[in-house]
Every structure is written in C-alpha cells, then in structure tokens.
C-alpha cells in the first residue's frame, strides 16, 4: 500500500499562493493516478485537481482552473499543488488522492470514488 502525507498548508491572505506537497511511502506510486481534493467545514469533500500517471492528463475544478496547477515528480514520489491567486472560499482542509488501478487510468477521476488511498489532510485558510 502507499502512505501519502501533505505538507505546505497554513495561513495566507488573499491573492497570495501556497504550494501543497504530497510525499508517497510505500509501493511505487509511479504508475497510480493522483489528486488533490478538498472540504470545507459543513461541506462535502469536492474535487480539486488530478493527474495521471504520465503527467499528460491535468482535469481541474472550474473554480479553480488557471490559478492551481497540479504536478508530480515521480522520481521523487511526490505529487504537488500550486495555488496562486488564491480566494477566500479556497479555505479548506486539502487532501491527496491516489487510484492503485495503474496506467489503466488514461484520464484520472474527478469523483472520490475513484481514489483508494488518501493523506490525512492538511488545513489552507484564505484571509480575505
């Protein structure tokens, strides 16, 4: 199995940006399609941003296209989250996803249900 944790979360006002890490223990993640999701109180957990394994397919959440930018190292078992521009509504607790069904996946999920392995989360406050 692989263990995932975030780092680089915090406080930051508006217009700021922030870059999330996620480090993969474990398996090799090579080949396992990732993704950042988030949750704010009261709300459902939403998606964020997903990469594929070969980095050639980036999906994005409408609210947040052209500001994230979400990438992967895989030498250095870590996938990455900028966040430029960033809004208040952003605030969120911020968590990353992997899918262990490998290079099956050409265009990752933008649904929970297609991860099956996730960080324990990491808090983003946008102050306005």
């Known amino acids: 199995q692989v263990q995932l944790v975030e780092s680089g979360g915090g406080l930051v006002q508006a217009g700021g940006s922030l870059k999330l890490s996620c480090a993969a223990s474990g398996r090799t993640f090579r080949d396992d399609a990732m993704g950042w999701f988030r949750q704010a109180p009261g709300k459902e957990r939403e998606f964020v941003a997903a990469?594929?394994?070969?980095?050639?397919?980036?999906p994005y959440a409408g609210s947040v296209k052209g500001r994230f930018t979400i990438s992967r190292d895989n030498a250095k078992k870590s996938v990455y989250l900028q966040m430029n521009s960033l809004k208040p509504e952003d605030t969120a607790v911020y968590y990353c996803?992997?899918?262990?069904?490998?290079?099956?996946?050409?265009?990752?999920?933008?649904?929970?249900?297609?991860?099956?392995?996730w960080g324990q989360g990491i808090q983003v406050t946008v102050s306005s």
């Open positions: 996803a992997g899918s262990s069904r490998g290079r099956a996946i050409v265009v990752p999920a933008m649904s929970t249900r297609g991860y099956d392995y």
């Open positions: 990469i594929s394994w070969d980095g050639f397919s980036t």
